[in-house]
């Protein structure tokens, strides 16, 4: 039996549960399987990258595994189809016609909690009607790319792919992890013309993005370039062996063409060099979002609990999902009982995605690095907000204030530090996951006593008379200076 004839019975399995075929991606992972392809083969030859080919993997896997009552894996899913048309001596004709209730039944599951599907990864999409919403009346303004950034673990990818999920074809691609190991564009858009659109390249970069922007300007094509900031410097611009990730920017932005572009990034693109560049500063999910996320994974819901942790994790998604299998594999879905034994603890997963981001900023801007550490010394529960001048006068080793202005600001870019405007001013403040770190890391520093030293100045000049109640509490809290906290 050829490999075609294996496709054509997936698809026919495959659409009896989903009531969808194969997409291009699935159909390409399952060629690759069925030669016995690594999944690092078969990214390269869609393309796209590795770990989304193995999460498309996954979810064929799994759908096969449903249908035909049989664990069905990469390494085997030959011969198990090849025995059950054995045994069961099927006709594709047979397997053509989708199990409507199978999936009307999905969908009226993740309708009535207000949720989407996500087959692709087999999961449900939460919370994110509002930014679907935003993204299609950016798109209706012409915006041709849009960054949607915010800390890490928020969602941003999946919003992309979710919204991308509307175009016939979609152009991963995907920045390495490690600015070293950055591809070079000349690489990515060669690719995007050889296996996706079936056109030669060309040997330079200008002859490929001319070719590009021709294939853009005739068709409806999404975009989705994930994790932009290791290609950032301190400025927000590209670094200096990856700058022509610019001139493929400028042919994206182009209003000519039919292409919509969406970049994730923890961090703000802020190149000088680009012009229609739009930000999407994605939102935290909320507390009833958390809620609806649990009670369709059937965890037994504590409401105290799910505030405290929603407050903790500031309504964090990777925190929620980390949540989620913590729950189901060691507390036998009991919320209760999990935040009993663990609401002073953050999960290591998501504790390692905030101190890389610490890392990060430590090696590419020292000085906000310090001004986030030594923010730590501030009592957040009795002042839930700082002025701007309770940031600069942690400042003080900086004589220039237009330079701590500057600083402030770098943490804001990378939403390291939160943000609002009240009656015409700003205040900022930490997330308590962000500001534990900092704690932790300015205690481990030879500066833990100064820092706190100056805050307490800082309090004490800046409440020059004690008027309310909470004049009384920051001048006593901070007289006494926390160092034993």
Known sequence: MDIEAFIRLANGLILSQTGKPLNDL?????????????YCKIAESFPCNESYAKDVGSFLWKKLS?????????????SVLEQYLHTKKRTFEDLSKPNISLSQNKATVCDSLNLQKNDDEFSCFV?????????????KQGRKVIVIQAIGGAGKTTLAKQYLKQFDLILPLEMA?????????????????????QEEPGRELEIMLERLKQQLQNRKVGILIDNLEPALDRQGKFIKNHRRYIELLRVLADPSVK???LITSREKLCDDALNGIYHYPLDILTVEVWKDFFKFYQINIDITSLEEMHAKYVGNAKAMDILLGTMQTDYKGDMSVYWQYNSTLVETAFKNLIESQFNRLQNLDPTAYKLLCRLGCYRYQNIPYLSRDALLAL????????QRIYVIKSLQDRRLMEFCIELGKIYYWLHPVIREEAVERLKASNEWEEVNRKAAEFWRSSVKTI?????AKKNFDNHKISFSR
């Open 467 to 471: 008027e309310t109640k909470e004049d």
């Open 127 to 139: 919370g994110r009607e509002d930014a679907i919403s935003d993204l299609n009346a950016l798109v």
């Open 66 to 78: 449903d249908a035909l009552a049989v664990k069905v894996r990469k390494d085997n899913v030959r």
């Open 395 to 402: 400042l003080w080793d900086i004589p220039n204030e237009q």
């Open 26 to 38: 699935q159909s390409a992972v399952l060629r690759g399987a069925l030669q016995r392809q690594t």
């Open 259 to 261: 292409s919509v572009t």
């Open 177 to 197: 992890k490690e600015t070293e190991n950055i591809t070079a564009v000349e690489s990515e858009v060669e690719k995007w013309l050889k296996l996706r659109f």
